[in-house]
C-alpha cells in the first residue's frame, strides 16, 4: 500500500472540518494557545497517515481521565472518516492503516454516514456489511457511494448535538502530561512511536490473557465448591433419611444367656414336721390333673325355603356333593414346594349381579375355561366366586380388566396343582356389600 500524506492544508482542514469549540475546549479561551501548541505537537505536518495514528493512539494510551479517554478516541474515529473522504481509501486500507478489522471500520462510517442521511440506512448498511474475508465490500471507497447515491464531499465533521466538540480537556490533570510527552518526543527525534504504540498493545494483551486465567480460575472454584456442596448436601440427606428394617446391630454379643436355677448352690434344710406333710400330700395325689376336657362342636342351622328341598333319604344325602362343593379343592393358599403360579381377585361391589355380568363378558373375551364343576359366578352365600383357567399369555391383561371392572385387590400364591399347558388358575371372589 502507497503512503499517504497529509499537507499543512489538509490538516487545517480537518480541523476546521471537526468544526471544535475552542473557546470552550480552552476554558473560554484561557488555554487557547496551549490547545493550538497541543494540536501542533500532536499533528506534524509533512508526516505520514499512519504516524498521525500512532500518535493518536498513543495519547489515547496515555490518558488516565475517562473524558480525555473518550474524546481521543472521538477525534480517532473523525480522523478515519476524514481520510475515507478527502483521500477515497477503501475498507481495507484504512483498516490497515487504523490498526483495526474491516468490520469495526465499517461500523464507524456506517455511523458517521446515517446521521447525515437517515433517510438511506436500509442502503448504506447493504453497502457496508462486511460478513466474510472475501466479501467485495472490503473495497468499497467514497467515490462509489458517490456514483450510487449521488453524495457530494461536503460533508460536516460535527453535527450541533456532538458535546465531544466542546470538552474542556485542557482542565484535565492527564492532559499536560500528554501536552509533555509530545513535546519531549518531539524534540528527541530518536522517539519512535511505532516501538510505543507495540508495546502499549502487547501491555493490553498481557492483560486479557491475565483476565481470562483469572476467570478460568474462578470458575473452577466455583464448580468445585458446587460439587463439594452437592456431596456434602447428598450426605445430609442420607442421614435424615430412615427405612422401617429391623436392627440389631444394637444387641451386645459379648453376652450370652445363661439359666439360673433359684435353687442352684442352695442346700434345702427341711424339718421331720415337715418332710411328714410332704409325704402326706403325695399319699393324696394332690398333684394329679383329673379334669377331663370336653369337646364342643359348633352347631348349624339351614334354612329350607320349603319340605320339598328335604332330602328324601338322610343317609344318602350325607354322600352327596353340593353344587357349590368342587371335585379337587384347593390350589390357592401359598405352598412352600410349589412352581406354579396362582391368583385370587378380592372384589367388593354394591350390585354383584352387575358385576357378574360384566366379568362373563371379560371371560368371553379372553376364552377363559371353568377349573371344575362349578359354574363360574355361581351365587353362594356371602357373595360370588369363579373358578377359572387363564391362558398365561394373556393373564396381565386379563387381572388388568378385572381389576377395572370393581376396586379389587389381587393376591399372588405358589401352588402345586397345575391346570392345562399354558394356563394359569384364577379364583375371584365378589362380596356384596
Known sequence: MEKILLTEEELINFKQWLELNLESISWEGRYIEEFNSFWDELFLVGKEVDFHISRILYAREKATSGPLITWFNWLYEKFLCY????????LRELGKLGGLSERKVSLILRDFFIER?????????DNFQVGTIVSSNLYLKFSDLKKTFGLNSGFRGSLEDEILTSLEITLYPDWQNIFQLLKKMNKEHGVKLDSLVKKATFKRQVKFFQELALLFIIGGLVIFSIKVGNKYYEDYLVKKISLFEPNFFW????LTFKSKDPLAGKE?????????????LESQKVFEDNLSTKRFDVESDVVLTSVDALPKDFKVAGLEQSDYEEVRKGGY????????????????????KLTKNKLIDVLKYFDVKQVDNVK????????????LYVPRKKLKEFLSRVSSVEESTILESKTVFGGPYGTNKVFIWIKGI
Do not use: W
Not at 83 to 90: A, G, I, N, Q, R
Not at 117 to 125: A, G, M, T, V
Not at 251 to 254: E, H, P, R
Open 268 to 280: 434345702v434344710e427341711l424339718s421331720y414336721k415337715e418332710l411328714e406333710k410332704l409325704e402326706k
Open 376 to 387: 363360574p359366578g355361581t351365587n353362594i352365600p356371602g357373595g360370588l366366586y369363579f373358578n
Open 251 to 254: 444387641l451386645d454379643k459379648s
Open 333 to 352: 393358599r401359598d405352598s412352600r414346594y410349589g412352581r406354579r403360579k396362582a391368583y385370587r381377585v378380592m372384589m367388593t361391589s354394591v350390585n354383584p
Open 83 to 90: 481520510l475515507f473522504l478527502y483521500k477515497d481509501v477503501s
Open 117 to 125: 442521511y437517515p433517510h438511506l440506512e436500509d442502503s448504506l448498511n
